[in-house]
């Protein structure tokens, strides 16, 4: 387990797209929060199709994330590479490697450790393209979720694809150890159509018969389902069309709230910089894009301000430790829940297990996982 203090956190930067610019944002975000004295690591998780050494200006061999993933070594901050941007480290993507694009479920969970573990005050993670599970379950681990996207109809709709499959796989894995509940989100997802079924509405309504106890969870598992939205090459002054269609279709769709948190102009300049591109932020001509770039930063807090996380330490279980303190609350007399069911306090244990670990010790329950510090 990892007691984590408040000062660090995870952007993870995705989309249902590629060429939308996911790693142009990662770039400019980086170079805005280092250039404000705050340590940055960059991760890019885009296995198979690596890019962001080119645009950070890195030349030549360097260590990459397959490193980690192959064991050639042991910890994920023995591989950071550092940039020409003071503050700004780098943990490079790989190109393909057998094994290294689909990791398996033990590689993958250690990985979310190693990222947690990260001695920065930021950790940007660049993901690769697509709806795949590996994706979506690196998306779910961050603090602030940030989808961009382009004003034109097929990225907006891979957009919203993204987003779907990022609510689908966040409800699969809180859900998970309710058998019924997992094969009844499982099944609302194989059948949905054009028009599109699940959604936290739908869900809602569904527990309702199957599930009551659980109905509680509903608001809180929304309030921590809230990613940010990022456009690129956005029309000057004012909102794309397309752009407040996502946020309606996502709203009346899925039941879930976009938070729009600015767009990124387009610059010509830009695609003569792409061996470096922090240095085309310093230039006058990259001025309005990096501008830009502080404004959206500003705004990420905004994102989580429902989010009671920054309270007090984040307590990261590990999911073999998860387990056990799952048992460990099967085994609790009733008394300890009142009148309530525990199988709520199970469930937060999958997203929100500082309050699940708060409640218990408020009833005078203890665990030595309560205090082991990561």
């Not at 993870?12 to 705050?38: D, E, H, M, N, W």
């Not at 869900?203 to 929304?222: G, K, M, Y």
């Not at 309030?223 to 709203?251: D, K, M």
């Amino acid at each position: 387990m990892n007691q984590n203090g408040t000062s660090r956190k995870i952007i993870s930067v995705g989309g249902g797209k590629g060429g939308v610019g996911k790693s142009i944002l990662s770039c400019v975000l980086g170079t805005v929060l280092a250039r404000a004295g705050l340590r940055v690591i960059i991760v890019d998780l885009d296995l198979g199709a690596a890019n962001l050494q080119t645009y950070l200006g890195i030349r030549g061999p360097t260590p990459t994330i397959a490193d980690f993933i192959l064991n050639k070594v042991s910890a994920l901050d023995q591989i950071i590479v550092e940039t020409t941007e003071k503050n700004l480290g780098l943990i490079c993507g790989a190109g393909f490697v057998p094994g290294a694009t689909s990791p398996p479920h033990w590689m993958k969970l250690k990985l979310m450790r190693h990222l947690k573990a990260l001695p920065a005050d930021y950790v940007i993670i660049d993901l690769g393209a697509g709806v795949q599970f590996n994706t979506l379950d690196f998306f779910g681990i961050s603090d602030w979720g940030v989808v961009i996207t382009a004003p034109e109809p097929g990225a907006v709709m891979n957009a919203y694809s993204f987003i779907k499959g990022a609510l689908f796989r966040k409800m699969q894995n809180i859900f998970r150890s309710h058998p019924a509940v997992a094969a009844m989100i499982a099944s609302g997802i194989k059948q949905d159509g054009n028009d599109g079924e699940f959604s936290v509405d739908w869900f809602r309504q569904t527990l309702q018969t199957s599930a009551p106890e659980l109905l509680p969870l509903i608001s809180e598992v929304e309030q921590s389902f809230r990613p940010a939205l990022v456009i690129n090459r956005a029309p000057e002054g004012r909102t794309h069309v397309l752009v407040n269609n996502l946020l309606s279709l996502c709203h009346e769709k899925l039941g879930v709230r976009l938070n729009y948190v600015g767009g990124l102009p387009e610059v010509r300049g830009l695609s003569n910089h792409l061996l470096n591109v922090t240095r085309f932020f310093s230039l006058p001509a990259g001025q309005a894009f990096f501008e830009a770039a502080e404004r959206i930063v500003s705004r990420l807090p905004e994102a989580s301000a429902d989010d009671d996380r920054d309270a007090s330490p984040i307590l990261d279980f590990t999911e073999e430790e998860r387990d056990e303190l799952l048992q460990f609350i099967d085994t609790l007399d009733d008394r300890v829940f009142n009148t309530a069911n525990r199988n709520p306090w199970k469930v937060r244990m999958y997203f929100n297990p500082s309050e699940v670990v708060n409640f218990l010790v408020s009833r005078g329950v203890t665990h030595s996982l309560f205090s082991k510090s990561g």
